[in-house]
């Protein structure tokens, strides 16, 4: 970036857009300003992209994070273009000798925030900015901008200052390399991957929480992907090696530590903001190393999920609640298993099924599995006879069945104009006398859904994000779901999707079984196993089973 000399200051302010001399001649009044009185300079100034334009480098050599261009140097400050490509991310930084600053942006810019104490760097906040949007830069900013949007390049405007004169007001500014827990020393561009003959001094620098040392290397290896091998090497870094860094189970015990910092003892996150942050970058984390693994994109969200499903869910459902309610229903209902055929619709990995099979003395070829995902099928067979199939589908004259299961509130992923059809499908398959057993989730349960779900070994972990919404009256549970998983020395992250649940009343469930089955309905706590009266519209546990007899 060339300086400007004073023999052709004047001549080149002229040339300048309206806007951006307005903002020079307030910066050659004052020194001593603040970011916010700066902010408030460059939005009165109406600046349009049009304005800086000619400035624009989309061009911009690969290995340059982003393109860069001086538009003016007065003594103590400088007014800057970026520009930004799609993908093109700037490090971690702060901005060197700069004491007052502010950046307008001309695009759905990503920025992030950091703090940096006692040794230890971590995300403060991340959002999409607006076009038009200004922020004010501080001395102490450390910050992170960059385009994540996959068509659209943009610009953005740069002004910095010092209090005093000054060559290069950016000048040794300091870039966070959490690759390897240094500082760089820079006076040019705070780019990825630099040179090592454009690093002024290398200084020991923090140890990043997990999601800000995620988020550095997914960005560290986009950017190496895009540069020439030439540039690589210039960089003193391996690709290889950052991919193996980057995908390394060793780094497990970070991420465990910092949940743990931040959850309860029943898997509640208690800091928002750091749950936010983490999701973000996990998603990103995700996204690159399915990139890096080849994988095809499916509709099937259970596609990862399912080879993890049964550490982290089932089982310890299966211990916490599962077991026991069907063994109260088989001694309550005076039930001989070992006698009755049995359909298990949503089977998932067919844990239930076996444990019905070599506990409850089921006999193996009077067990059906069905279920929607054909990965989740894919593992059930390892265990019972299961097939893909819909529930909607079923038809009395194929089979009659003495006993009809479902576990894990399948039924309230059906669309809820379809669950009544679905719970009279069931009551049609059934023999006279026949049973539906199942377990219900109440509408109220998010207050008990835990936002951390850890493997017995920990070394399977589930990261959800529930909600409340409402869709045209109807109330749903939507849970995001994050997975971690450990494979051999790697540490797979894999996103799974959101996942919608519908919410009827308890009283309205229940209608629907007695509609359907014409015979007695009972609802019970599935934990505690208490009755759950008429008028009741929640219960402790929050999950609730549904015993229905069909006249």
Not at 14 to 41: A, C, G, H, V, Y
Not at 225 to 236: H, L
């Amino acid at each position: 970036m060339k300086s400007i000399t004073s023999e052709n200051l004047s001549e080149l302010k002229n040339k300048l857009p309206d806007s951006i001399r307005q903002i020079i001649r307030e910066l050659e009044i004052s020194r001593n300003l603040k970011p916010s009185t700066m902010r408030k300079i460059i939005l009165e100034a109406g600046v349009r992209v049009e304005d800086i334009e000619p400035w624009a480098d989309y061009d911009h050599p690969i290995e340059d994070s982003y393109g860069r261009k001086l538009v003016y140097k007065g003594d103590n400050f400088e007014v800057m273009v970026m520009s930004w490509q799609a993908g093109d991310f700037s490090t971690i930084h702060d901005h060197g000798h700069t004491q007052w600053g502010a950046v307008q942006v001309f695009g759905p810019a990503e920025h992030a925030t950091f703090r940096y104490a006692n040794g230890q760097l971590s995300t403060l906040a991340r959002w999409i900015m607006e076009p038009g949007d200004v922020l004010g830069v501080h001395h102490s900013l450390i910050h992170q901008m960059g385009n994540p949007n996959q068509k659209t390049p943009f610009l953005s405007l740069h002004v910095y200052g010092d209090l005093e004169d000054i060559e290069n007001v950016t000048g040794d500014a300091r870039i966070f390399d959490l690759e390897t827990d240094n500082i760089q020393r820079i006076d040019g561009g705070v780019f990825y991957a630099l040179p090592t003959n454009q690093i002024k001094r290398i200084d020991k620098g923090p140890i990043a929480d997990f999601p800000t040392r995620t988020r550095h290397m997914v960005e560290l290896i986009r950017r190496l992907s895009k540069m020439e091998p030439q540039a690589v090497q210039n960089s003193g870094k391996d690709i290889d090696e950052t991919i193996k860094d980057f995908m390394s189970a060793d780094h497990l015990p970070t991420l465990i530590r910092d949940l743990k910092k931040h959850t309860n003892t029943n898997g509640h996150q208690t800091h928002s903001v750091f749950w936010r942050i983490l999701n973000w970058e996990l998603r990103q984390a995700a996204q690159l190393q399915d990139l890096l693994m080849e994988e095809k994109q499916t509709s099937d969200h259970f596609q990862t999920y399912a080879s993890l499903y049964d550490e982290v869910i089932c089982k310890p459902c299966m211990d916490q609640f599962m077991k026991a309610y069907l063994m109260f229903f088989a001694e309550k209902e005076k039930i001989d298993f070992s006698s009755k055929t049995i359909i298990s619709l949503g089977c998932g990995t067919g844990l239930v099924e076996s444990f019905m099979i070599n506990q409850l003395r089921v006999n193996y070829d009077s067990l059906f599995g069905m279920d929607l995902s054909e990965a989740m099928v894919n593992e059930a067979q390892k265990r019972i006879h299961a097939n893909v199939g819909d529930v909607l589908t079923l038809a009395p004259d194929v089979q009659l069945w003495d006993l009809a299961y479902s576990g894990l509130n399948v039924f309230q992923y059906i669309d809820h104009q379809n669950l009544p059809k679905a719970i009279q499908k069931t009551a049609d398959i059934l023999k006279s006398g026949g049973y539906f057993i199942g377990d219900f989730i109440t509408p109220d349960h998010i207050r008990w859904y835990p936002n951390v779900l850890f493997s017995e070994n920990q070394k399977t972990l589930s990261l959800r994000t529930p909600e409340l919404i409402e869709e045209n009256g109807i109330m749903y549970q939507r849970s995001e779901i994050i997975n971690i998983q450990t494979q051999g020395s790697d540490l797979r992250i894999s996103y799974a999707g959101k996942h919608k649940r519908y919410l009827p009343p308890i009283n309205r469930m229940r209608a629907y079984f007695e509609k359907s089955f014409g015979g007695k309905v009972e609802l019970y706590d599935a934990l505690s196993l208490e009755l759950i009266p008429e008028w009741a519209d929640s219960c402790k546990s929050t999950r609730y089973i549904v015993i229905a007899k069909k006249k």
